[in-house]
Each structure stands twice: as C-alpha cells, then as structure tokens.
Nanobody, 114 residues
Framework: VQVVESGGGLVQPGGSLRLSCAAS????????MGWYRQAPGKERELVAS???????RYADSVKGRFTISRANADNTVSLQMNSLKPEDTAVYYC?????????WGQGTQVTVSS
C-alpha cells in the first residue's frame, strides 16, 4: 500500500492550508483514515480521523479550525486547516488502517510563522 501526502508549506498565523493524501495498492476497504502530527521534541499525536462511514474525531486543540474529509471511491483523505497557529507547526503524517494493519505516509512539513 502506498500513501502519498501533499499540501504542506509555510503559512502566516491565521492562514489556511489544505493537506491531501492518496492511497493506492489496497484491495481491501480502508477502515479509517487520519492525520497525525509530530513537532520537534514531542510525540506524534492524532490530529483528526475519519471512518469509512464518516465518523470523525478531532484533537481538542484543532476542533473548530480543522476539517477532515474523505472520498472512499478515490481512497483519498484531506485536512482543511484554518486559523492556523504557530503551535500547529509540525510534520503531518497521513495514516490508513486496513483490517489490522496501519500504513503511514512520508510526512509533509507545515510551518506557521510570520
């Protein structure tokens, strides 16, 4: 299974970015798709996730600012990030769960700075 992220970059505080992730190579349905992030010196943390049925989950720190969505037909997941803060700076990783296996993308850097 290949997982490819795109959309990271540098943005000013208060700005927006949209991350996208595309999965390929799986014959099975993707049970859950999500985004994690890891800032320097910190552990990787869940940002948002969405099940095949559309149930979403968000970290408290991003509720009301970030929106996760997925297109099951295309095996893609996106993360719309609004009102970005410097503390959102991190490497963002796409994660897929297929049956009992977990797959990760290579990560994309998001930097929020003036």
């Amino acid at each position: 299974v290949q997982v490819v992220e795109s959309g990271g970059g540098l943005v000013q505080p208060g700005g927006s970015l949209r991350l996208s992730c595309a999965a390929s190579g799986s014959r099975d349905s993707i049970n859950a798709m999500g985004w994690y992030r890891q800032a320097p010196g910190k552990e990787r943390e869940l940002v948002a996730s969405i099940t095949e049925g559309g149930t979403t989950r968000y970290a408290d720190s991003v509720k009301g600012r970030f929106t996760i969505s997925r297109a099951n037909a295309d095996n893609t997941v996106s993360l719309q990030m609004n009102s970005l803060k410097p503390e959102d700076t991190a490497v963002y990783y796409c994660n897929l769960v297929i049956r009992v296996w977990s797959y990760w993308g290579q990560g994309t850097q998001v930097t929020v700075s003036s």
